[in-house]
């Protein structure tokens, strides 16, 4: 069974610059989480999808970010315009829709966004 | 509003030797306890969790955590450590009472392994 991928693995963009990550995250899981780390830090919660809703986007920083989740499969974040505290690790995860105190999240392997 | 502090940025040990990767946490209702490892260039891995029982869990890759209620700790060990262990760790804690499911993360732990 595949995994959560994402795409691109790297991206660098220069400041005010339009940038869009891919999260395809495992077949049948309806939960889907996006989460950033900036470097040395801690991973940070940005929003959640189940199915093609947005169920939590507390975390997002502003509204420069922009997520979406059409027909419930993979979701795009777009981040436009980039600014230089943007840079970071990108990560997706996704799980079943059980418990989601008690689910186990699998991640993809992040994207690290580098803005100039 | 719920926390993890992974106190050691960084955890140095000789292969065959024990490891322990600390972790504390505070949260207002049951603690649901998490481990995830990220090896270099790949995303992170589930080791094991913690929702309730045994306060002795077993994961992949012969880790295992204790989940210590009164010192609030839930600090990963593997009594013989591998060079390939080498990685960051994270310990995350969910909120297993009524609060919010989101997970909060520390900051992460880079364990490097001595041949």
């Known amino acids: 069974e595949a995994g959560v991928t994402q795409f691109p693995s790297h991206s660098v963009i220069e400041k005010g610059q339009t940038v869009t990550l891919r999260c395809d995250p495992i077949?049948?899981?309806?939960?889907l989480y996006w989460y950033r780390r900036v470097m040395g830090k801690e991973i940070k919660f940005l929003l959640h999808?189940?199915?093609?809703?947005?169920?939590?986007e507390s975390g997002m920083p502003n509204n420069r970010f922009l997520a979406e989740r059409t027909g419930g499969t993979y979701s795009t974040l777009k981040v436009q315009p980039a600014e230089l505290e943007d840079s970071g690790v990108y990560f997706c995860?996704?799980?079943?829709?059980?418990?989601?105190?008690?689910?186990?999240?699998?991640f993809g392997p992040g994207t690290r966004l580098t803005v100039l | 509003a719920q926390s993890v502090a992974q106190p050691e940025d960084q955890v140095n040990v000789a292969e065959g030797n024990p490891l322990t990767v600390k972790c504390t946490y505070s949260?207002?209702?049951?603690?649901?306890l998490f481990w995830y490892v990220q090896y270099p260039n790949r995303g992170l891995q589930f080791l094991l969790k913690?929702?309730?029982?045994?306060?002795l869990v077993k994961g992949s890759y012969g880790f295992e955590a204790e989940f210590n209620k009164s010192q609030t700790s839930f600090h990963l060990k593997k009594p013989s450590a591998l060079v390939s262990d080498s990685a960051l760790y994270f310990c995350?804690?969910?909120?297993?009472?009524?609060?919010?499911?989101?997970?909060?993360f520390g900051r992460g732990t880079s364990l490097i392994v001595h041949p």
């Open positions: 949260v207002s209702g049951n603690p649901y």
């Open positions: 999808f189940v199915k093609e809703s947005k169920q939590d």
């Open positions: 995350a804690v969910r909120d297993g009472g009524g609060g919010s499911y989101i997970p909060t």
């Open positions: 995860a996704s799980s079943q829709l059980t418990s989601l105190n008690t689910d186990t999240q699998y």
């Open positions: 077949s049948g899981h309806d939960n």
């Open positions: 913690y929702i309730t029982g045994d306060n």
